[in-house]
């Protein structure tokens, strides 16, 4: 579980810098816009890579159990997760009132994410990964919430139906595909 847990520090640490706005100017201005970039990808990378190398060798370890979710808990995730992934798909779609309504959509598909799998799994890795980034993205929307307005930024577009439509379609296609695809990239099936 070391390689798990110094993976979500590497990854929530780069990713932390974003919340830091003078730390994060101060690096900027030292180092220059495309290797703050370069160094907040790779160690991005770097920490997300060995949280899924962390989580699997924590699995193949054997799983250190907590809890017994109940049965109906999963459907719960089903519902949370397919949310998540018309949220993400909003966050990069066309103006929709969804991404209107939520403000920061990707975010909030985190925490559904992270949400449902907490529901669901009751280890104490799960409980780690699942957990770690559900506060990170609590955490980040606070942060979001305290950051001063932009004066000088554009004002967003007017939502659409159009936009709305897309990012349901894509998020629901996206969805199903993951229910699919989840055994053979996770390990783990979640069809009934």
Same mark, same amino acid.
Request: glycine share 10%; proline share 8%; charged share 10%.
């Given at each position: ?13 780069? /990713? ?22 370069? %160094? ?5 990378? !770097?920490?997300? #890579?060995? %949280? +899924? ?13 907590? $809890? ?6 999963? /459907? #719960? !995730?089903?519902? &949370?997760?397919? &949310? ?12 929709? /009132?969804?991404?209107? @309504? ?10 559904? $994410? ?19 980034? &559900?506060?990170? =993205?609590? %955490?980040?929307? +606070?942060?979001?919430? @305290?950051?001063? %307005?932009?004066? *000088? ?10 936009? *709305?439509?897309?990012? +349901?379609? #894509? =998020?629901? =296609? ?7 695809? /989840?055994?053979?990239? +996770? ?6």
């Amino acid at each position: 579980m070391t390689i798990l847990i110094m993976g979500l520090v590497i990854f929530f640490g780069s /990713h932390s810098i974003s919340m830091m706005r003078p730390l994060r100017a101060q690096l900027i201005s030292q180092l220059g816009p495309m290797p703050f970039k370069g %160094i907040y990808s790779i160690l991005s990378l !770097t920490g997300f #890579v060995l %949280i +899924i190398y962390g989580f699997g060798d924590y699995r193949a370890d054997g799983l250190i159990p907590v $809890w017994e979710p109940p049965r109906f808990l999963h /459907h #719960v !995730t089903h519902l &949370l997760v397919m &949310l998540a992934f018309v949220m993400l798909a909003a966050a990069y779609a066309p103006m929709s /009132h969804i991404k209107a @309504r939520l403000k920061h959509p990707m975010l909030a598909g985190i925490k559904a $994410w992270a949400f449902g799998h907490l529901l669901s799994n009751g280890d104490l890795g799960g409980m780690l990964l699942f957990g770690a980034f &559900l506060a990170f =993205g609590v %955490i980040d929307r +606070i942060a979001l919430k @305290r950051r001063a %307005i932009d004066p *000088d930024a554009p004002a967003p577009k007017p939502p659409t139906i159009v936009g *709305d439509l897309i990012a +349901i379609a #894509v =998020g629901l =296609g996206a969805f199903l595909a993951m229910m699919m695809l /989840h055994p053979a990239l +996770i390990g783990v099936s979640v069809m009934p």
